[in-house]
């Protein structure tokens, strides 16, 4: 093999440095985790695909990695069909296949392929409290933390393989979860130093009822969609698409209070009571909201910041109640850096009804980009050696592995150079490493039963003894 | 959807118990690899074929799972030609089918495949180590944990998705490595409570010493293969073996000290080196043992057992000198828990000449099975609650969550109830859970400013202010 090898596309090596930043962060959102209850639980990476087809809408389906049965797949119960249209498939450009060649092409490819890469965690949780069912003891708070995969057109910062950080709890319609859901999210970026994020909140019943009152009920989706950009194309650009999907202008007028939606929580709470005041499922969304918020304000957040936001929709179809998502301080220009909100038939799906759930996702990979922007990654987050050992040849090399073994056992973590080659390659390795300390033990230091311990910040060096040593490497 | 969801052969659901216990040892091993210096790196789950296939062997060409193209795999820049023979391959078994058409059948899965799920951590870390060979700083201690998939026939404890852990240093010959690999395998055993375990060790230079003297050279493979039955079949079973695969009867007499070599690891030693005394190689490969042997001597190990075992081989065609393998107490019977050696040429593959590798690898699964039975996993493994605060409703569970957020900011692990339902149930949850503690906090208990600590196992009650709770929490 002559060229250099590579990976696939929308995938990623991660270095020693990158390893030890993830497992910090991800070892953060653990510990936060299972301090306010959840349990962790792990799926296989890959599932039977009627598991996952279907469960992602169309787009989704397509974006699923399918697995090629193993063996010789041509080898099944049954004789496989080719599809008949095949010829002409090929000839054709992935645009223009039509429906009945879709149809043909999946069925060959379901016969060829069984199982599928998980493309989210919800998905297999869901199966995984259907089918565990009577082993769970409800409400089940879980937590799960495992990389999903995505066929998506590979860009800068979209990857074909990441990780999910996901908290739900199934089982329970109680508000209160709300409640410490956004506490969780305050505990676990104030804890990574990430301090003044927003969350921002909304409920789905809300968008409901605001599309109820403007007589728009059977536009809700298109009514969301467009209301969701208001950041981004302003008013005028929301208003116009809202007219293009068949909203009318008096429906424009009484959406007017939204646009300069502002103010206290308190004086938020109010224009919406005002506005939804005609709408059942409308006021519904503003109680719940309002429980939230007061008690999360009772409570009090460390650093976070909670704030209603009527425009937030998210993936409207799947939440039933709230709907979470979190910004970045404004400092720092990135997407969401978690979601989540609640679901009221969770497990319909896999035929376990009535289970209400409510989660939320941390974003690993934005997380990481924004404390590396903010260098918020504490100094010693690297998994790096305390002090190397110089190897002066097979004598020394011993005196040092004694040294080496009683300073492991008090967690110090020290490594002996493997060869006996010139000191300044290994002071080298030292300095690429980032390892502070070197540690010198000749014929010298034997004989008077110490070591000479270098500082390859300051090049300081001291004759020490074993107690010596083990002080200044705790240090 | 009406019958339950499942998920497919060969791959498991991990529950909070089963996560919490392997996520201790896999902690245990990772604490263990960083103090001696190994650093972490992670690949990505899959690899570009031609990365993967043709490094396993046939059979591991077979065994690697393949992931369909994604999108329209059959809109390639180029048209697919089917298998010409693809309808006399649908009438045969997979058994029967010819040479010709296995080649066909490959072309064709290569057309439609391109990628494909790691097999083990060994060739993506060669991959990797080529790949940014310019960043690394060699010798390079690496060390990678994370699943790999193989589409072996599932059975009893053998899966088709499992973690590997896997410390590799690569770019020294130095035998101090292989000194402090026996240390590492040692020191993690001993940290998990798993005490006297034999860590058998020998060379392939001796075993190619031993086919040199006898005569049987070109027979290398079939001789060690044999030789490694020796613990299944006796002395009787593998001259038998050996004489099938043509191996002399002179030889088997040469052979004859082997069959009791036995007595301390110097007798050991002694006779080896009288055995192997006309074989440079064979000689070479009694050195090497010594060194490593002697100074692991002299460094002790703490509850480890060092054994020369000279009919262990593992993968002989991938190791080139040290051959590791550890074996749990006796009490237990179950396989290797571990094994592992020096390979002289690991990045060959990928176009790196001359980098010696050698490495050890951890069987997670295997070392879960043998604590489990031995009952050394720590009861405090669980990540459960240290306590359940009982719902008695709203005004209650706004005055319990006062009191719940200031103990997790101690870092105490306590949970709400999130309904305010029977408490009975509550209590009932708190029990499945292994929850040790309630909270009761009712109207009396907000009068006084109390709480009410309920110790779930002995069933006794007392009534303590905010300090007494922490503290009684925290012991």
Known sequence: ?????????????????????????????????????????ETPSFENSDTLMGKYGEE???????????????????????????????????????????????????????????????VPFARYVV???????????????????????????????????????????????????VQLYDTVFTSLGLEGVTIKINNRKILSGIAEVIGASDKLIDFTVALDKLDKIGEDGVKKEMIEKGISETALVKLQPL??????????????????????????????LKFICDNVAELGLSTAILDLDVTLARGLNYYTGAIFEVAAPKTVSIGSIGGGGRYDDLTGIFGLKNMSGVGISFGLDRIYLVLEELQLFPETVAATSKALFVNYGDKEALYASQAIQKLRQENIKVELYPD?????????????????????????????NSYSLKNLVTGEQVSVDFEGLKNALLA
């Not at 991800?26 to 985790?33: A, E, L, S």
């Not at 099944?76 to 060649?101: F, G, M, R």
Request: hydrophobic share 35%; charged share 25%.
């Open 420 to 448: 006996n080659v010139k000191v300044g390659k290994q002071f080298q390795y030292a300095d690429k490493r980032l390892i502070p300390f070197a540690v010198i033990a000749g014929d010298q230091e034997i004989a008077s």
């Open 131 to 181: 089918q565990h069912q009577n082993e769970i003891e409800f409400p089940f708070k879980r937590y799960q933390i495992q990389p999903v995969w995505r066929a998506d057109r590979p860009q800068k910062g979209r990857f074909r393989e990441f990780f999910q950080c996901d908290a739900d709890v199934v089982g329970s319609k109680s508000l209160w979860q709300e409640v410490e859901l």
């Open 60 to 122: 989704g389906d397509r974006l699923i990695f399918k697995i090629l049965n193993s063996g010789n797949f041509f080898f099944n119960k049954n004789k496989i069909e080719l599809p008949q249209s095949l010829e002409v498939l090929q000839t054709n450009s992935a645009e223009t296949i039509n429906v009945d060649q879709r149809i043909e092409l999946n069925k060959f490819t379901s016969r060829i392929s069984e199982k599928a890469l998980r493309y989210d965690l919800t």
């Open 1 to 41: 093999m002559a060229s250099k090898p590579s990976i696939p596309q929308g995938t990623r090596d991660f270095s020693p440095a990158e390893v030890s930043k993830r497992q910090y962060i991800i070892q953060t959102i653990k510990t936060n985790f299972e301090k306010f209850g959840f349990q962790p639980i």
């Open 259 to 288: 646009f300069s939606f502002s103010g206290t929580f308190a004086d938020k709470i109010k224009q919406l009571s005002e506005l939804l005041a005609s709408s059942e499922e409308g006021m519904k969304g503003v109680e719940e």
